[in-house]
């Protein structure tokens, strides 16, 4: 699914989204309710286009703020970087598989928990930015490019899709509103980033062939996701997954995760020795996530039952009101814009899956009615870290 950093990386421009979604995002739903839509014969993958160019450090000029940690945030992580170097961070996190959040600039407590996860992998004490940091001005020497908005993107922007339920069930597909969000989500972040770095002139008038400046961020290909089921694999489909409610994070390990994963003291002449942790190379990934509202969690221990890609949703506002099902419910297609997102990993537990969503700025923040929402850019990752069969632990 996804391609190596490259200079840089192909390119799409989208308009912002209009409007605000229902405030409840996903309701509880059994496999059976979520099916695959199928490859659309319009939607096979088709070829690269030209690639995006990175710029040279410091060509973009970025406002001077604050990191945007809030006082909830897990153990401090000293200095955190800002400007450039804060999204060159972001960047190498989310290609490493420890998702930042929203690549914006503005590192606050998931980038706090990534740096911790990308420590926690690698044998560096919580809290500590130096390792990472190194890494990151290595790996991501050019933390901008100039993306070419691809002529794939008409295929996947409708301006005139509907916010009614209704209406939208008529639609072909829950398209992106604009080049904006295509092109945000395309490069992990959200329109009001793309607004900052172009201006508003160029965001709102980019079209197929204009340039825009993005986070020089392996791209998430929207074309590439064609509506493939996933079997299970003789390694992912033994994996152990961990979704922290508390947190609001989801963890990938190799196996169950050991008992003890970070910094212990051992006693040297009767004195306590802080002692380098160990690498936990189990942990292979961690991403953002919105669990349901507390009522609708569903602690304990799952399956992965099955894992589809652009799933048709079924909308009933009875169930969604009093939790019981009616005859009148509403078949919506499926597309980036869909409530479940681009991608369905359903559970053992009737109804409750990890999925994509509508709305990634939303991540951590606004409750679904059950299920463990992901932006679309991690989603689609799921299957390529876990498969059918793999444990899911929801503490």
Not at 269 to 285: C, E, F, I, T
Not at 308 to 331: C, F, M
Not at 343 to 354: A, D, P, R
Request: proline share 10%; aromatic share 6%.
């Amino acid at each position: 699914m996804f391609r190596k950093l490259l200079p840089l990386l192909v390119l799409t421009a989208v308009a912002p989204a209009i409007g605000q979604n229902e405030p409840l995002r996903a309701l509880p739903v059994d496999p059976s309710e979520i099916t695959p839509e199928g490859a659309p014969a319009d939607l096979a993958p088709e070829a690269q286009e030209e690639e995006a160019k990175p710029l040279s450090p410091g060509v973009v000029k970025l406002p001077e703020r604050k990191p945007a940690v809030k006082t909830d945030a897990p153990s401090d992580v000293g200095n955190l970087p800002s400007g450039e170097d804060a999204v060159r961070l972001q960047i190498f996190l989310d290609q490493e598989n420890f998702g930042p959040g929203v690549i914006d600039g503005k590192p606050g407590r998931f980038t706090i928990l990534a740096v911790n996860s990308w420590n926690e992998t690698h044998g560096h004490p919580s809290g500590d930015m130096g390792p990472v940091m190194t890494s990151a001005r290595h790996k991501v020497p050019n933390a901008f490019a100039t993306a070419v908005v691809p002529q794939v993107a008409t295929k996947w922007v409708d301006t005139g899709l509907s916010h009614n339920r209704a209406k939208q069930a008529e639609a072909k597909r829950m398209s992106y509103r604009s080049i904006a969000e295509f092109m945000s989500e395309r490069y992990h972040t959200d329109v009001d980033f793309i607004l900052e770095l172009n201006g508003s002139k160029n965001t709102w008038g980019a079209k197929p062939g204009s340039t825009l400046i993005v986070p020089n961020v392996r791209p998430f290909l929207i074309e590439e996701v064609t509506g493939k089921r996933y079997e299970a694999d003789p390694e992912m489909s033994e994996r152990h997954v961990v979704v922290d409610t508390k947190q609001n994070q989801v963890r990938i390990f190799e196996a169950a995760p050991a008992a003890l994963l970070v910094e212990e003291e051992e006693l040297v002449s009767d004195k306590p020795v802080l002692v380098k942790p160990r690498p936990n190379h189990a942990l292979v990934a961690s991403f953002p996530i919105t669990p349901g509202k507390p009522q609708f969690i569903h602690h304990g221990v799952w399956k992965l039952n099955n894992s589809v890609e652009l799933p048709v949703w079924r909308y009933d506002q009875s169930l969604l009101d009093t939790g019981k099902r009616s005859n009148d419910a509403l078949n919506i297609p499926p597309g980036p814009n869909s409530p479940v997102g681009i991608i369905w990993n359903g559970l053992s537990k009737s109804g409750i899956g990890l999925h994509g969503t509508s709305d990634p700025e939303t991540i951590g923040r606004a409750r679904s009615a059950g299920c463990i929402r992901l932006a679309n850019w991690d989603a689609i990752r799921i299957p390529t870290l876990i498969r059918p069969g793999a444990t899911v632990e929801v503490r």
